[in-house]
């Protein structure tokens, strides 16, 4: 009976429901499937052993008789991308760093000032990060204040920022009372806009009162 387990029902191919080849590569190798006996095997021990791997969200593995294994994978997507200088960094939903693998939309980018490193970070401030841009992107804030292209700075002491080119940014700090601090943000721009006043820094951590600097 064991000679007949060892001969039929050894796996002898695997398939991941997932367009990733390397990934799949990757992961065949890490857990030396092939060859393994279908009717012992541990697919809960399996699992958990994929899941370690910082790209898998989730994991569903099935034994197709004979001596098949079928693995379902999802892939966590990059949800956000920081850049340090010529240094990239993919973030996902979690917060977490992972390799880029694949997206189905454009990533926000987070630049990071020369006094914030990526170890300044955690998986905490980049959910924040991943927020804050998805906010200001659904309130449409560039179609309102008529501009086309800006950058997000991060600066581990001031927060993050909106800088629209060079010389001049909008600080906006954390992202508490967003919301209102955009509306905020409106009312003076439009004012600063009209009267052509000249500014390096719009300041709005404070909540209560505008800066301007």
């Given at each position: 009976s064991i000679r007949f387990a060892d001969k039929y029902l050894s796996v002898s191919t695997i398939t991941f429901n997932h367009s990733t080849g390397v990934l799949a590569d990757e992961l065949k190798k890490s857990i030396k499937l092939e060859g393994s006996t279908l009717f012992f095997m541990n697919t809960d021990k399996i699992e958990k052993q994929l899941l370690n791997n910082p790209e898998v969200e989730s994991v569903?593995?099935?034994?197709?008789?004979?001596?098949?294994?079928?693995?379902?994978?999802?892939?966590?997507?990059?949800?956000?991308?920081?850049?340090?200088?010529?240094?990239?960094?993919?973030?996902?939903?979690?917060?977490?760093?992972?390799?880029?693998?694949?997206?189905?939309?454009i990533i926000p980018l987070l630049h990071l000032s020369q006094e914030t490193n990526f170890s300044d970070l955690n998986p905490k401030i980049n959910i924040d990060f991943i927020n804050s841009i998805n906010f200001i992107n659904e309130y449409d804030l560039n179609k309102k204040m008529k501009m086309n292209n800006w950058n997000y700075v991060y600066n581990k002491?001031?927060?993050?920022?909106?800088?629209?080119?060079?010389?001049?940014?909008?600080?906006?700090?954390?992202?508490?009372?967003?919301e209102f601090k955009l509306n905020?943000?409106?009312k003076v721009f439009s004012t600063i806009m009209l009267e052509k006043i000249d500014f390096k820094?719009?300041?709005?951590?404070?909540?209560?009162?505008i800066v301007l600097r």
């Open positions: 569903k593995i099935m034994k197709k008789w004979p001596n098949q294994l079928i693995i379902d994978l999802k892939i966590y997507k990059a949800a956000l991308q920081i850049k340090k200088e010529n240094e990239k960094y993919f973030i996902n939903n979690d917060g977490k760093q992972i390799n880029y693998y694949e997206s189905n939309s002491n001031t927060g993050i920022s909106v800088h629209i080119n060079e010389r001049q940014r909008i600080i906006l700090g954390n992202s508490d009372q967003l905020n943000l409106q820094e719009i300041d709005l951590r404070y909540n209560s009162k």
